[in-house]
């Protein structure tokens, strides 16, 4: 670890890259740094867990790898692959030119020149910057036998390729693992990583991210936009905003060259923030305005 000495410098990295942390995640960030440890980050989605990984890479100056979890997903689609097609056409070129070497052709088809790397093999191999940043993305979409086959692969840091034999890291990728809880990952697993619950900021902080990720937003506009969110949090909605469509909808009323949010600019930008035609239901009508003086009036002075 060549930056990040300290739980304030870690802070302080992150943040130059535009990603505003408390001190709780600052100091899991930087233990899993010292320690070599897998990060586990659990928490809704859009609330920071997939940028934490993005930020450290910049920061480090590492390569980010990413492993986009999904149902079905197995060891096979997430380490490597043959490419067939120039497998095939190297037999036939053999065919070809006649007196072929069975045995040589063999192991000429499985070398490393037909071989497709997949995020946990290309996580394995060195690289002169230094070991890369691996990021496994929601998890929690994944199968039960992928968790099995995970746990060997983040404890040992090797995978084995049958034709080729075992690929071990000269130096172990920091990891970065993501879940939206859709459902329980097993704890054998959490066991072997530092854990931490990634939550919604605070008024005050998500205020702060506004800042660094919209910093041509006025003062008063991202107050309002950040005290609109939040207050929007607490309805009974089928998917709350994450701090992701905070910033999306900042932008698309820069973009307006919208200075003060009414209920006429929300109804037409409700698309920026809310994800399902059920929520934006809710909010048509009266029920826009009045979550927006309620989040005014939580502006004003006590």
């Known amino acids: 670890m060549t930056k990040g000495q300290s739980i304030d410098d870690v802070q302080r990295m992150l943040g130059e890259q535009g990603y505003v942390c408390g001190r709780a995640l600052a100091t899991v960030v930087f233990l899993s740094l010292r320690l070599g440890r897998p990060l586990f980050l659990e928490g809704e989605a859009g609330v920071g867990k997939t940028e934490i990984a993005k930020a450290i890479a910049a920061a480090l100056g590492r390569r980010l790898i990413r492993l986009q979890c999904y149902e079905g997903l197995d060891a096979a689609s997430a380490v490597y692959d043959w490419n067939f097609a120039a497998q095939m056409v190297a037999i036939r070129t053999a065919e070809a030119a006649g007196g072929a070497d069975r045995a040589a052709l063999q192991t000429e ?43 060997e692969a983040l404890s040992d840091f090797q995978v084995t390729i049958p034709e080729l034999g075992t690929v071990k890291a000269p130096e172990p990728p920091i990891v970065i693992l993501t879940s939206n809880r859709t459902r329980e990952v097993h704890d054998a697993l959490k066991r072997r990583c530092l854990y931490h619950w990634v939550d919604y900021p605070d008024f005050d902080r998500e205020v702060e991210i506004l800042h660094a990720r919209a910093p041509e937003a006025a003062e008063t506009l991202s107050r309002q936009v950040v005290a609109f969110v ?68 939580s502006l004003e002075p006590a």
């Open 109 to 151: 088809l499985f070398s490393d020149e037909f071989l497709i790397e997949r995020p946990l093999l290309q996580a394995m191999r060195p690289d002169p910057a230094g070991a890369p940043v691996l990021l496994i993305d929601e998890l929690d979409r994944t199968d039960e036998p992928f968790e099995a086959f995970l746990l």
């Open 230 to 297: 939040q207050t929007l949090r607490t309805e009974d909605l089928f998917k709350k905003p994450g701090v992701a469509e905070t910033i999306d909808w900042a932008k698309c009323l820069l973009a307006l060259d919208v200075i003060d949010l009414s209920p006429e600019v929300i109804a037409d930008t409700l698309g920026a923030i809310l994800k399902y035609q059920d929520d934006i239901q809710k909010l048509q009508g009266s029920e826009a305005k009045r979550i927006l003086d309620q989040a005014k009036a």
